[in-house]
């Protein structure tokens, strides 16, 4: 199952090379890792989309990322009502003739053209994986060229609904 | 000299000093008073530093000794054994060390060399990246950046290394933070967030597992080394004799239970006891104090306790539910959470049949082995050793068979004599170990029992035995071969003996006398009984070579794959 896992950590040096390197060790597959500085400089969030097998395997990598020594909180968001979003940059070739079929194309996803040339333009999209992939979907027949995303980076809502599923991580 | 930079800084003026003296000042107010190391050109001015110094320091002849030794002191005192070694193939050479302090959760501060922060990243002469090297084998590390951090740095190491779930941290010094001259403030006080073992146990679930106590009829509890890094042997031994719950030891929880208390089952796991493994098959009620549910342990998980409440207390949270489905996880140290059991649990179950049943087996089906014929048993050998030394010596091993007969055959009646490389199962580990256990506990008799395999990786440190006088024994379980390996080969491999077997060895007799120590080789049980009598007199290094039947196996045992009741060689 797919986990959407923040981490607070103290930003010393080494602190992203201690987490991954420990999911290596453990075999667990991430899919994307986001990395920058909170309101504090010397505290990261590192926002974690992690493929997990079960529960118990859910359990393991949360108390294992809570273990570190840098690590100040780890939150599975998963569960909670949350906004997650990612960055994509898609250059896609264009021809004179496709360049505005194109416009019409990404303005539903409130994309916006950041960078044109002759043979290409760049497009800059955010949302969460699946309003990405559409547009890549949507784009693809035109030919991409590149494709650079961010991965996802998550918080929870503003306001949750008041139960959780805490049976099993009440010990943490 | 500490009153008067101490009276400096009341009146606010700042001591200025070398990295390398900020480090020694450091350690002395760790209460560091040895060191294992080896000197290099990274360390230079560290060992400058040091060479000024009243801090003893055991020169090991290879940076492996150094730290094998560091962690048998760390064992036995339960203090953080600290080691220096330089940069690049010293650094690397400590990294077995290392990930076997890490895995049994022995405290180390260990403080390596690196090159000059000017030509990190370039490959420079004797450059290893021992940081990320060591990173997911150690609890911690550090690599220092500012000469003015080193105390703080200091403070944090052995703060991390002792306390929690105990730990190696590495500490990795740039030449030129060593060399360069700063404003020395001493650390007093340790900020980590991110860092807070907890140590009472939540009381709910102490009363959840008093309750359990109540309603079981077959408990028992698998005592781990987590009691005896909390010190709760005592605390251990009430709890089952109050509620008559029978007890068995992991291997490296050998020594928390006195071996010859009637409530003892002997070790569990591929070489337990069959009354040991039984009770963890048929038990109802299992409480693990402070043991990781380790492989060699449960044997194949679909058969492991299969009928019982599980209850794991540990100070490590993230070993609670990691290997075996927990129903009671209860995080705190082994020590407070025995205590608020005993508090908790007035009342007990039902055991007398259940205890009267597992004492049956025991008695049915102890340990056992032919002693016949003229040679030497290596399981007499170790019975003979626990003769002479009441069961109270320091014992230290390798891995492979004649740790599998220490575990069985020894007897610990006492804890922290039990030094053996458990989790990682390093061969050499047990003879270095031994250095260092000796050298935290000079008051107790060190005995280093290895194979003639595991021997021949670390005997360099003869040299320190005998330059330090110290008297270890050191008990080669002589079988011409890396016995465990051949057991394997004969059981599994049908007798295929590839690469295990070792005709061709040194005359262990003159190695030692070649170091000046003294040393006989024996084959009988009456030879072995008098020259070990003999050494532990002499009050001087001896080591003993004793040549035993080189095609006996350690049972009995838990193929792998199999469940722990497939025992395989119980007494018929």
């Not at chain 2, 929690?164 to 001493?186: E, F, H, Q, W």
């Not at chain 2, 006989?520 to 002499?538: M, P």
């Amino acid at each position: 199952m797919r986990r959407i896992i923040t981490a607070t950590v103290l930003n010393r040096s080494g602190v992203l090379n201690r987490l991954t390197g420990l999911m290596t060790k453990r075999q667990f597959n991430i899919e994307s890792i986001t990395v920058g500085h909170s309101d504090e400089p010397s505290i990261s969030k590192i926002t974690i989309v992690v493929q997990v097998e079960d529960d118990r395997k859910l359990e393991q990598l949360l108390k294992q990322l809570h273990k570190q020594i840098d690590v100040l909180k780890v939150k599975d968001l998963t569960e909670m009502a949350l906004v997650a979003r990612e960055l994509a940059l898609i250059k896609v070739i264009t021809t004179p003739e496709t360049r505005s079929e194109i416009k019409v194309i990404i303005e539903p996803f409130r994309a916006s053209i950041i960078d044109v040339s002759l043979e290409n333009v760049t497009i800059e999209v955010t949302g969460d994986n699946d309003k990405v992939e559409a547009i890549i979907e949507l784009l693809r027949p035109y030919g991409i060229k590149e494709i650079s995303r961010t991965g996802l980076t998550a918080m929870p809502r503003g306001t949750q609904k008041t139960v959780y599923n805490l049976n099993q991580f009440s010990i943490i | 000299m500490k009153a008067s930079w101490v009276a400096e800084e009341e009146k606010g003026k700042v001591l200025k000093m070398s990295g390398a003296d900020m480090l020694m000042e450091a350690l002395e107010k760790e209460g560091v008073d040895v060191l294992f190391g080896y000197p290099g050109g990274a360390v230079l001015p560290i060992y400058d530093a040091l060479y000024k110094k009243n801090i003893k320091h055991i020169l090991t002849r290879h940076e492996q000794g150094a730290i094998h030794a560091a962690q048998g002191f760390a064992r036995v005192t339960g203090r953080a054994g600290v080691v220096i070694a330089t940069s690049g193939p010293g650094a690397t050479n400590l990294v077995t060390g290392i990930a076997d302090a890490m895995i049994d959760s022995l405290p180390l501060v260990i403080f390596t060399g690196q090159v000059a922060t000017s030509v990190i990243g370039t490959d420079a002469f004797q450059e290893a990246d021992i940081v990320g090297i060591t990173m997911p084998i150690t609890k911690h590390n550090y690599q220092v950046r500012k000469v003015e951090e080193l105390p703080g740095i200091i403070k944090e190491a052995f703060h991390v290394a002792q306390t929690g779930r105990p730990g190696p941290v590495l500490v990795d010094i740039p030449k030129d933070i060593s060399t360069s001259i700063g404003s020395y403030k001493p650390a007093n006080e340790v900020d980590l967030p991110g860092y807070q073992p907890t140590t009472m146990p939540n009381l709910l679930q102490v009363k959840r597992l008093a309750d359990a106590i109540v309603q079981a009829k077959k408990p028992v509890i698998l005592a781990g080394a987590g009691v005896l890094f909390a010190k709760a042997e005592e605390e251990i031994l009430a709890l089952a004799e109050q509620h008559r719950i029978p007890v068995t030891n992991t291997l490296l929880g050998l020594g928390s239970f006195p071996a010859d208390h009637p409530l003892f089952l002997g070790m569990a796991g591929m070489h337990g006891t069959y009354a040991s493994n039984t009770a963890l098959h048929e038990c109802d009620l299992l409480i693990n104090i402070g043991a990781r549910f380790d492989d060699r342990l449960t044997g194949n998980l679909a058969h492991f306790a299969p009928k019982a409440t599980v209850a794991h207390i540990d100070i490590d949270p993230a070993e609670i539910g990691k290997n075996v489905e927990t129903l009671i996880p209860i995080v705190g140290c082994a020590k407070h959470t025995a205590a608020a059991l005993l508090r908790e649990s007035p009342t007990s179950g039902d055991t007398a049949e259940w205890v009267y049943q597992l004492a049956e087996l025991k008695n049915t089906y102890p340990l056992w082995y032919k002693n016949e014929g003229e040679v030497l048993k290596p399981q007499r050998l170790l019975e003979i050793i626990h003769e002479e030394t009441n069961g109270e010596a320091i014992v230290t091993t390798d891995v492979g068979q004649h740790q599998m007969w220490t575990a069985q055959y020894y007897g610990f009646a006492k804890p922290n004599r039990w030094v053996t490389s458990g989790g990682l199962g390093t061969m050499g580990f047990g003879f270095p170990a031994a250095i260092g256990a000796k050298i935290g506990k000079p008051e107790l008799p060190v005995v280093a029992v290895t194979g003639d395999g595991g021997f021949q990786m670390t005997l360099q440190e003869l040299s320190v035995l005998q330059e330090m006088k110290l008297p270890v024994i050191i008990v080669i379980v002589n079988n011409q071969s890396l016995g465990m390996v051949r057991q394997w080969q004969e059981i599994f491999y049908e007798e295929r003996y590839s690469e295990s077997l070792l005709p061709v060895q040194p005359d262990f007799v003159k190695l030692a006398a070649a170091y000046g120590i003294e040393a006989a080789s024996v084959t009988t049980e009456e030879d072995a009984r008098a020259k070990f009598a003999e050494a532990l007199d002499s009050k001087a290094p001896y080591l003993l070579d004793c040549r035993v039947a080189s095609d006996e196996n350690v049972y009995p045992m838990i193929a792998p794959g199999k469940g722990i009741h497939q025992m395989i060689g119980v007494k018929p």
